[in-house]
């Protein structure tokens, strides 16, 4: 009998996997679960979810109100993001190169993680305007609805995009423009190597394009990716293409800032589309 390869809470779903899964469920909208709230939005038993949560508390990822009993993140995670930053200062490397990326375009940038479901913004520069682009590094980015998850997607490894399409089949659709198939998806993960960089417009909000590149690690596979968020209205083809130049000439640098190298053959896609 072989083992199930869904990864929804269940039977054959590991301890850690389900620790995961419910850490997951906290975000800004719902900072904090009852017992009984979280067991039914994870689909798990109370016993199991209890337990489960329990270990984490022990472990400092998760506490509990000592009066509305309700359970919200602990501080062990802001020890890990503290430890993961010293050693691996991602923000500070990518922080300058955004801002001198904005001060290029005029726009919102920023960049983002891939966090196992969505991409994860962890650096953002705004543009000294009154109109611009608004990015929330705490929501969660979908990576068949942005630039960044698209251009995350067609150079991620085989299993991460066939994931990706399994969840296309309840897909979310953000606006008339978010990719709604598999075919649709593939067709626009091909556009997106050829080019080098992706350009989605009004598929997750209504008036934002996103244009975002791969920034690869020194294995030269992508690690992260760095965007620009601009308003759609006022975007023209021209436009477009000095912004799509300049995100390219930043990933090379992000690329190369935090210790990697650009695969040749995208290196070339840069030059052509010069």
Excluded at 159 to 179: C, F, G, K
Aim: proline share 5%; hydrophobic share 40%; net charge positive.
């Amino acid at each position: 009998m072989t083992e199930s390869k869904d990864r929804r809470p269940g039977s054959t779903m590991k301890t850690i996997d389900k620790a995961m899964f419910l850490l997951g469920f906290f975000s800004p909208e719902t900072p904090e679960y009852r017992l009984s709230d979280l067991a039914r939005a994870a689909d798990m038993d109370k016993v199991t979810t209890m337990r489960i949560l329990a270990s984490l508390v022990a472990s400092g990822f998760v506490e509990q109100h000592p009066e509305t009993r309700r359970y919200r993140l602990g501080t062990a995670v802001l020890r890990l993001a503290r430890i993961r930053e010293a050693s691996f200062p991602v923000i500070a490397v990518l922080q300058p190169i955004l801002e001198s990326l904005t001060e290029d375009v005029g726009e919102s940038t920023h960049a983002c993680l891939f966090s196992g479901k969505g991409m994860t913004t962890i650096a953002i520069a705004e543009p000294h305007r009154s109109t611009r682009v608004f990015i929330d590094p705490a929501q969660p980015l979908p990576i068949h609805a942005t630039a960044s998850g698209l251009v995350f997607l067609a150079y991620a490894d085989d299993a991460i995009v066939n994931e990706a399409l399994r969840r296309l089949n309840v897909p979310t659709t953000y606006t008339d423009s978010t990719v709604k198939s598999e075919i649709e998806l593939r067709q626009r993960l091909d556009k997106i190597r050829k080019n080098g960089c992706a350009i989605s417009s009004r598929s997750f909000e209504d008036d934002v394009t996103g244009i975002a590149a791969p920034i690869f690690n020194w294995h030269g596979k992508i690690q992260a990716t760095i965007s620009a968020a601009c308003i759609s209205t006022r975007m023209t083809p021209e436009l477009e293409r000095e912004i799509e130049s300049a995100v390219l000439r930043a990933s090379v640098r992000a690329t190369r800032a935090m210790g990697g190298e650009p695969p040749k053959a995208f290196l070339m896609k840069i030059r052509e589309n010069a």
